[in-house]
């Protein structure tokens, strides 16, 4: 059972386009939403990060949106570089003494922006 | 670079050898985690450490493998009797631990396996 979903698998954005992932998750037991933005042969690095009592967060270019009702969120990016070319996975982890501490992560969207 | 760093990079082994992987976490980070990745999906989590305590195990995590943080500080992975699927890039991730509000895990550049 994959209990967060995350949507397109793959996705081309003009440079300077927006760049939107969206994640869906089943378990209303999560309450921390990070986002990881992953190079080939690298590992995840930490890019922003939501928690549900909030329906959006702003991080320079980056923007999580939250809909805590339909259990969504997305990653929208303004401006796309080709530097922002990578694979990006959504994640979700349960409260914090909830017995677990494991993020659970999205099968990732790998990005392309085109000059 | 997070300050986690995995030792090796990159590991190839015949099936049926034993592995073991070794992570160092940032150093005033009190929990680890280990994940696994294969191509083209996301981290899996296999088990995470408050100090040398293992607190959590995934279902992924099958009887060959065994984490073990003696001291709180490094950590090792091993896989006895390695199998062509655990080809995977294995990776470590530490946080501040218990009582911080978003608990950050910072991942290290993982360590390739390839199972032969």
């Known amino acids: 059972q994959q209990q967060v979903k995350q949507s397109p698998q793959s996705l081309i954005v003009q440079k300077g386009g927006i760049s939107i992932i969206n994640c869906a998750y089943e378990n209303t037991a999560f309450d921390y939403f990070p986002w990881y933005q992953q190079f080939p042969g690298k590992g995840p690095a930490l890019l922003i990060a939501?928690?549900?009592?909030?329906s959006e967060k702003k991080e320079g270019r980056f923007t999580i949106s939250f809909n805590k009702s339909a259990k969504q969120f997305s990653l929208h990016i303004m401006d796309s570089q080709p530097g922002d070319s990578a694979t990006y996975f959504c994640?979700?982890?349960?409260?914090?003494?909830?017995?677990?501490?494991?993020?659970?992560f999205g099968k990732g969207t790998h990005l392309i922006i085109q000059p | 670079d997070t300050g986690v760093s995995q030792d090796p990079r990159h590991k190839i082994t015949k099936r049926g050898q034993n592995v073991t992987f070794r992570c160092d976490p940032i150093?005033?980070?009190?929990?680890l985690y280990w994940y696994r990745q294969t191509l083209g999906q996301g981290p899996e989590f296999l088990t995470y450490f408050q100090n040398e305590a293992q607190l959590e195990k995934s279902r992924l995590l099958s009887d060959r493998f065994s984490a073990e943080r003696p001291k709180g500080s490094f950590s090792t992975l091993e896989i006895q009797r390695t199998e062509q699927g655990d080809s995977a890039m294995y990776l470590c991730a530490s946080s501040l631990g218990s009582g911080q509000a978003n608990n950050e895990q910072f991942f290290g550049p993982g360590t390739r396996l390839t199972v032969l």
């Open positions: 939501i928690r549900p009592d909030v």
């Open positions: 994640a979700a982890r349960k409260k914090i003494g909830g017995g677990a501490d494991g993020l659970t």
């Open positions: 150093s005033e980070h009190n929990r």
